[in-house]
């Protein structure tokens, strides 16, 4: 079974619920809170001195916290003054890192200014309408700050963001000035009377200046959300090839190995209502599709100490190296078990060996079972999906030694040698024979030498020794 296989196409339809088993309800937290003191206290040190937490790195941390802060006396006080060394805004596993930092700093600082150029707008067409004009004002100023938002949150909603720039700017594609925008901002512009035609003095262009300055401040935040569009979203498979820039990506997958944690507990609770308990998960065999079997408690144990505690150890520790070398590894072999787990239909029902279809009780085929076994493969097929574009990029080679004497030979052998297999010399089956002396013929040399190697350079004559002092 591939990633791209669905388990869940040959389930039966959702018709069957099962009336014979009574419905069995659990409510508890898959994976102990992640909002640990100890574990937000180092977050906090790590975000405001740009410096990993570790047990006992006095220097580190002294070295951190002197390059973060500025110390100066004022007025017989010492203030300090923070200097940020790297955007990121965190969020349990991951961060708001990359592209979506950089277009979240820039949105933040254009909204504040935008806002203010927003307000300072006034109506330079007669007989425009005050009530119509707040109201345009009002969806502008929304739209910008939901955009705000959006860029700032560690979910980002990407068709929410296309929705908002599409709210602000009509066809974005063809917004490419403040007279041709559409959109909120189109509207504002014709209620107002903000254009070229109704400016008679000075001041009523610096009204339209502002207006100006405040579509271009959207329109170079819309372009930038364009070109970073693909690697923020951890989703999307961009078609440059490029990696999805790492912060994003945790986050989703924090938020994939949750949904894990919590349906390998629907499924424990799906299995305890066919009268599958803890004692029977412990002798059930299933097949590995590697060879051999494991006990199917032990498969559950396993895929919830991996979305609870070894996943997110992985990418903690190593990065995108605990991703590419173990974290993907892991994710895909147990996404291969728990695919390749028996359904209703596989194989027969004779209780002979390696028949697992016989072994397991008839509850474990029912469509509750089966359909909390195919949601579980889904969230571990998105796991992979997600994961398996995190590459910690090429490592260095080595640098280029000298080339191998050999090399060096078969490349240019010495003049006057006998050519190998391959040279022009022994296509022809003639050798190179010695310089021609003075008192042969010219002629004949020279034909002699163009017969035996056509294209090699001719000889340098040997430098004469310099006359002795008489």
Request: hydrophobic letters at 35%.
């Amino acid at each position: 079974m591939s990633i791209n296989d669905d388990r869940g196409a040959a389930l039966p339809p959702a018709q069957d619920v099962d009336s014979a088993y009574p419905l069995v309800h659990r409510h508890e937290p898959p994976c102990p809170p992640w909002w640990d003191p100890g574990k937000l206290a180092n977050k906090a040190i790590s975000d405001v001195l740009g410096w990993k937490w570790r047990e006992g790195d006095t220097k580190g941390f002294t070295s951190a916290l002197t390059g973060s802060f500025e110390l100066k006396r004022v007025e017989g006080h010492t203030e300090a003054r923070w200097t940020p060394r790297g955007y990121a805004v965190q969020a349990d596993l991951g961060a708001v890192t990359g592209g979506q930092a950089s277009l979240a700093a820039r949105a933040r600082s254009a909204i504040k200014d935008a806002t203010e150029l927003l307000d300072s707008l006034r109506p330079l067409r007669p007989g425009a309408d005050p009530e119509n004009g707040e109201g345009f004002r009002s969806l502008v100023r929304h739209g910008l700050e939901e955009i705000r938002k959006e860029l700032e949150s560690a979910l980002l909603r990407v068709p929410r963001i296309d929705q908002l720039f599409l709210l602000l700017l009509g066809s974005p594609s063809a917004a490419v000035d403040a007279d041709r925008v559409r959109g909120h901002l189109g509207e504002l512009r014709d209620e107002f009377g903000l254009v070229g035609g109704q400016v008679n003095t000075i001041e009523e262009e610096r009204v339209q200046t502002s207006f100006i300055t405040l579509v271009d401040w959207v329109l170079s935040l819309y372009r930038g959300w364009l070109d970073s569009r693909d690697r923020i979203d951890p989703f999307a498979q961009p078609e440059t090839g490029q990696a999805p820039f790492f912060g994003p990506a945790v986050v989703a997958l924090s938020q994939l190995l949750s949904a894990t944690a919590v349906q390998v507990e629907e499924l424990v609770a799906e299995l305890s209502s066919v009268r599958i308990h803890r004692g029977d998960r412990e002798v059930l065999r299933i097949p590995d599709p590697d060879g051999g079997s494991m006990a199917l408690g032990g498969l559950l144990r396993w895929v919830h100490d991996f979305a609870c505690f070894e996943g997110r150890t992985l990418i903690e520790s190593a990065g995108k190296d605990g991703v590419d070398s173990a974290f993907l590894q892991v994710a895909v072999r147990l996404e291969r078990i728990v695919g390749h787990l028996p359904r209703r239909t596989d194989g027969g029902t004779e209780d002979v060996a390696g028949n697992y279809r016989a072994t397991l009780p008839a509850g474990f085929f029912s469509s509750r079972v089966q359909r909390a076994v195919d949601e579980l493969h889904d969230h571990l097929q998105e796991i992979v999906r997600v994961a398996r574009p995190i590459r910690h990029g090429a490592k260095p080679e080595d640098p280029p030694g000298p080339p191998p004497p050999d090399a060096g030979a078969a490349a240019a052998p010495p003049l006057g040698a006998a050519p190998r297999s391959g040279t022009p010399g022994a296509a022809t089956g003639t050798t190179p024979g010695p310089a021609p002396t003075s008192g042969a013929a010219p002629g004949a040399a020279e034909q002699t030498v163009s017969a035996a190697k056509p294209r090699t350079r001719k000889p340098r004559p040997e430098p004469k020794p310099a006359p002795r002092p008489e």
